[in-house]
């Protein structure tokens, strides 16, 4: 077990599994099994996960929303991933804690930071929703921050494809994945890793992000177990 302490990223639209909306019961139910694989290791969990599947304030605001009112729409949709990803996860006996940077006290925690701390030394898994709690700011620059303030070793960015590459392995078969990276050759790349403010944030706390396919059976707990799985990009 090469980390103690990991913040798992996921999109809203990983939720989406077969379908083009809302959330399918089955994705989260493997997502669900897939953290408990890694927790019944004494690994200590916190998510952040987006909102895309339901609303997306950026594509709200072309539309004429205000971006502000989009945004805060957005966080909203994160907040419901998170109750849906939590019910999945106590299906399977695990101990969950929701924390919101909205208010929303009928249905989770606020985001108190050494609270979240407690609750990981306890072995709950947390769930970070409604991103920073501000708009103008994606679920990507929530997830960074988070886990900088609860110390986590490094960050695990799950997505569909393999890891990072130099062009979309989804529309070009002979795109070419990178194993390791520098936060610098990154940046120099142009690739398209996480949003820059994002970046820049993990790159100032030498916080290591791991980019790998959250869809493949196992992906997690290899990970976790030191196999070379997906991109590692660090200082």
């Given at each position: ?26 994705r ?32 709200a ?24 990803l ?21 249905v ?104 790998f ?23």
């Amino acid at each position: 077990m090469i980390y103690k302490r990991i913040l798992l990223k996921l999109s809203g639209e990983a939720l989406l599994g077969e379908r083009t909306y809302g959330i399918d019961p089955k994705r989260i139910a493997q997502y669900a099994k897939e953290i408990k694989s890694i927790t019944d290791l004494g690994v200590e969990v916190a998510i952040v996960i987006g909102g895309g599947n339901i609303f997306r304030g950026v594509s709200a605001a072309s539309n004429g929303i205000d971006r502000v009112q989009g945004d805060y729409m957005g966080m909203l949709a994160t907040v419901i991933n998170g109750m849906a990803l939590q019910s999945s996860l106590e299906e399977v006996k695990i101990q969950t804690r929701l924390q919101t940077a909205l208010k929303i006290e009928e249905v989770a925690e606020p985001y108190i930071k050494r609270k979240a701390v407690r609750h990981l030394e306890k072995k709950r898994v947390v769930i970070f929703g409604a991103g920073t709690g501000n708009p103008f700011f994606t679920t990507d620059s929530a997830a960074v921050l988070r886990a900088i303030e609860i110390n986590a070793d490094v960050i695990l960015k799950g997505t569909r494809v393999e890891g990072v590459y130099d062009s979309d392995p989804e529309i070009n078969n002979n795109a070419i994945k990178f194993d390791y990276l520098s936060f610098s050759e990154v940046i120099k790349k142009n690739l398209k890793v996480m949003d820059s403010t994002a970046f820049t944030l993990s790159q100032e706390n030498n916080l290591p992000i791991v980019v790998f396919n959250m869809n493949q059976t196992g992906n997690l707990l290899k990970l976790i177990n030191g196999d070379k799985i997906g991109t590692i990009i660090k200082n």
